[in-house]
Nanobody, 124 residues
Framework: RVQVAESGGGSVQAGGSLRLTCACSRYTYNSRCEGWFRQVPGKEREGVALIDEYGTATYADSVQGRFTLSQDKSENTLYLQMNSLKPEDTAMYYC??????????????????WGDGTEVTVTS
């Protein structure tokens, strides 16, 4: 399995920004599907944003227009730029990656390689 490591979390005030980074130890996936999920205690992990091998990004409605995915394939790194953060964005954020012919949250979640997460706290 590929080792996935997240970084970049922290505490910010509402309206602020953070950039999360996801680094993979080695990447042998074909049909790449990778992205970010988040989870708060007592709730299921939910999809935030993902990107397929063609660079097509998909965002959850709750973050559309505020979060942006980008990737550096040469460095096997995925970034999540989070702007206009809200208190409801507070969660543990996890990076996920897998080989999938069809890249979506529902298919990625059960088969992904996961990192340990990075915590994001947004204060009002």
């Amino acid at each position: 399995r590929v080792q996935v490591a997240e970084s970049g979390g922290g505490s910010v005030q509402a309206g602020g920004s953070l950039r999360l980074t996801c680094a993979c130890s080695r990447y042998t996936y074909n049909s790449r599907c990778e992205g970010w999920f988040r989870q708060v205690p007592g709730k299921e992990r939910e999809g935030v944003a993902l990107i397929d091998e063609y660079g097509t990004a998909t965002y959850a409605d709750s973050v559309q227009g505020r979060f942006t995915l980008s990737q550096d394939k040469s460095e096997n790194t995925l970034y999540l730029q989070m702007n206009s953060l809200k208190p409801e964005d507070t969660a543990m954020y996890y990076c996920a990656a897998a080989s999938l012919d069809s890249c979506d949250f529902r298919l990625l979640h059960p088969v992904a390689d996961w990192g340990d997460g990075t915590e994001v706290t947004v204060t009002s």
